[in-house]
């Protein structure tokens, strides 16, 4: 593992000490990278055989993310489309594999677990998808969707299956009496229910929620916020948290990671960070979240947009857009470096 | 401020000295007659836009909210139909104009900015040949000038290197770009009123920020009206002087921003504001109103939010009247929340 190989530490440190009696957090992600290639056509081949033609393209997707959560936590993942935040997300529930480094469950590298570990570290991290529309098979019925996967693997027997989903429907809000229905017969706020029983039914220990909310209307995602909460305290759920919605962020996590073009550039205590953040970009960010309380604001935002990931800026991916940007912005890449107690940022006004 | 109480206090019916609203909507009804029953989409809908004010029209989807907006353009296809109701562009009837007078006015005086850019830009045409075409559809001027006017929008809206998005097409532009010239578009023809349909919900905070900014600078600079149709309050709460709050086809309650949100009457609008996470709740359960959103087909006559509201009786099944129990407080209830507001 090159785990220091950057140094995008985010948040090692703290875990450690916010869960005492649990040294090794629920799940470390070290050092962890994503590229996507486009593989060169026949033509662009060819071409490069006789020493000429274009490079392959490359997208960093994620570029070596350090993060440990602890049993119980709730980290909120924060960034602009295409930041790389769900693709760490995905990394996270397994559903695709890193380029470079590794995930640990509970200490142990989910890629070197075999049989019966791997099972568990599988059941113990779950997904929960933003849209409820295209995440649900519209050809089975509630009852299947939630309850096909703890019956496969053994969790509860076939005659056992009915009760069991009944069970988890209550604990989602949802009647159980509507268990024969298709998706299509939900509104929105309760299919997203049924994406939650379904994570829920192999009792996982770690739900990665990305944009699990976005999708729905005010008055439903405060249902669900609440239904999240509950469901920590009565679980004792871990959540990671994705959203590019910093209210929401701010009103559920405890702790919180800002990325920016595949890296972080800064993560600490929820409210740390939003009294007082340091990286210019987390600055911006935040003040341009439009709040009830800012009336008739005057709306200065950053200028221009996230560059192509393709062809990141070099040194601090944010200096083409950062209003303090200065000499090695442009040329070395900034660290992230402790700048407060439990607080990480990766500027180079800090030096 | 006080245009503003002015124009109030002439909605309550006193036609002298009033200074001429660019839209006004009476009592408009538009519902879709389906097999299933009538779909009772805007229901008695009435409100008023002041030259350079920002009307902010909130609600949840299937509110209304957009049908709202599409009434006033003339775009409800059947089987919707404007069923009754005046609306009212600086006094000219909308609802009986022919359509070639409306065909005259869309994208004219009235401009609209729709929620998705790449729905309503053509993927085949260049930028320019888009923007020169709306200028030529309603004014005479060749081909050169138009062009400048483009180019003159663009660079309003905050594009850079104009003169290269001119010569491209939709698909090399970013999401926030699109929708940058989709509201240079709409600002073209240096509209009256410009209905915005969230045109930023699809967006990044940061091109949000940038995008409400400039709206807001160019409705100040040009005086035109704008109704900025959202979700989300916090948006309305930054950028609108007037909020209408529409709840299952109705405005159940209108006023000005700063009231609206620190004083709802409304216990949808009390609610509403309740289920927005903000700082001083962090970690606490939000207020959440039960159930969902109602039915729109056959709805129950009385208040469509009885069935979701902490004060809901027997009363609640007649159908609440507007009355503006606060100058310039319109509200649709037979039990607001006037107590908080006294106290």
């Not at chain 1, 530490?9 to 649990?22: C, H, L, R």
């Not at chain 2, 081909?143 to 698909?171: C, F, T």
């Not at chain 2, 503006?324 to 107590?339: A, S, V």
Request: charged share 25%; with cysteine; proline share 7%.
């Amino acid at each position: 593992m090159t785990r220091a190989r950057t140094g995008n530490m985010a948040g090692d440190v703290t875990a450690e000490e916010k869960a005492p009696g649990a040294n090794t957090p629920l799940i470390e992600i070290a050092g962890i990278s994503k590229r996507f290639v486009k593989p060169l056509d026949i033509a662009g081949r060819i071409a490069r055989r006789f020493g000429g033609g274009p490079e392959a393209e490359t997208v960093h997707a994620v570029d070596g993310v350090n993060l440990s959560i602890a049993q119980g936590e709730v980290v909120g993942l924060v960034g602009e489309s295409g930041c790389g935040k769900s693709t760490l997300g995905r990394m996270v529930a397994g559903i695709m594999p890193p380029s470079e480094g590794a995930i640990l469950y509970k200490g142990r590298d989910i890629a070197s677990l075999r049989g019966d570990d791997k099972l568990e570290a599988t059941f113990a991290v779950q997904m929960i998808f933003q849209d409820p529309f295209s995440s649900l098979n519209p050809r089975m019925r509630v009852e299947d969707i939630v309850g096909e996967a703890p019956v496969v693997h053994g969790l509860v027997s076939r005659s056992g299956k009915s009760d069991y989903v009944d069970e988890i429907l209550t604990r989602v809000g949802l009647d159980p009496a509507l268990k024969r229905r298709y998706p299509h017969q939900f509104s929105g706020g309760q299919r997203q229910r049924i994406g939650i029983a379904r994570a829920l039914a192999v009792k996982p220990k770690f739900l990665v929620c990305d944009e699990a909310i976005a999708a729905l209307d005010v008055s439903i995602q405060a249902q669900i916020i609440n239904l999240f909460m509950d469901l920590r305290d009565e679980l004792d759920l871990t959540y990671l948290f994705i959203s590019h919605d910093l209210s929401v962020v701010e009103h559920i996590s405890e702790r919180v990671v800002i990325m920016y073009l595949g890296r972080v550039v800064e993560a600490a205590q929820a409210e740390d960070l939003f009294a007082a953040p340091n990286h210019p970009y987390a600055k911006a960010l935040l003040s341009e979240v439009p709040r009830l309380d800012q009336r008739k604001q005057d709306f200065r935002p950053i200028k221009g947009e996230i560059p192509s990931p393709l062809d990141p800026p070099p040194g601090c991916h944010f200096h083409p857009r950062c209003p303090q940007s200065f000499g090695p912005c442009s040329i070395e890449r900034p660290v992230l470096k402790t700048i407060g107690p439990d607080h990480l940022s990766a500027c180079h006004l800090n030096d | 401020m006080n245009p503003v109480v002015e124009a109030m206090e002439v909605t309550s019916n006193q036609p002298e000295n009033r200074i001429l609203p660019t839209l006004e909507v009476e009592h408009l009804k538009t519902h879709f007659l389906t097999r299933a029953g009538a779909v009772k989409a805007v229901d008695d809908v009435s409100f008023y836009v002041n030259p350079g004010e920002i009307l902010g029209l909130a609600g949840e989807s299937g509110s209304g909210k957009s049908i709202t907006g599409f009434s006033i353009l003339g775009l409800i296809d059947p089987p919707g139909k404007v069923v009754s109701g005046a609306i009212r562009f600086k006094g000219e009837d909308l609802v009986t104009a022919p359509p070639e007078r409306l065909r005259d006015l869309r994208g004219n005086r009235i401009a609209m900015i729709f929620q998705d850019p790449m729905m309503t830009l053509n993927p085949v045409l260049r930028i320019d040949t888009q923007m020169i075409e709306a200028v030529q559809a309603h004014r005479r001027m060749d081909r050169k000038s138009a062009r400048q006017l483009a180019y003159d929008a663009l660079e309003m809206v905050g594009i850079p290197a104009p003169a290269e998005r001119l010569n491209a097409y939709p698909h090399q532009l970013s999401g926030g770009m699109r929708q940058r010239v989709a509201i240079a578009i709409a600002f073209l023809n240096e509209p009256d009123l410009i209905i915005a349909d969230e045109p930023t919900t699809a967006l990044d905070v940061t091109i949000q920020a940038q995008i409400l900014h400039e709206a807001q600078a160019l409705c100040k600079r040009t005086g035109t009206a704008m109704i900025w149709i959202t979700h989300d309050l916090a948006v309305v709460a930054g950028l609108a002087d007037r909020i209408a709050v529409m709840y299952a086809g109705r405005i159940v309650e209108t006023g000005l921003t700063d009231d609206v949100i620190d004083r709802p009457l409304h216990p949808y609008s009390v609610g509403l504001l309740g289920s927005v996470p903000s700082a001083n709740k962090r970690g606490e359960r939000l207020q959440q109103i039960p159930g969902m959103t109602p039915n729109m087909i056959g709805l129950p006559p009385g208040c469509a939010f009885k069935a979701r509201c902490p004060r809901g009786d027997d009363v609640c099944d007649l159908a609440p009247e507007v009355s503006e129990l606060l100058p310039g407080r319109q509200i649709r209830c037979h039990h607001p929340h006037l107590e908080e507001v006294s106290a």
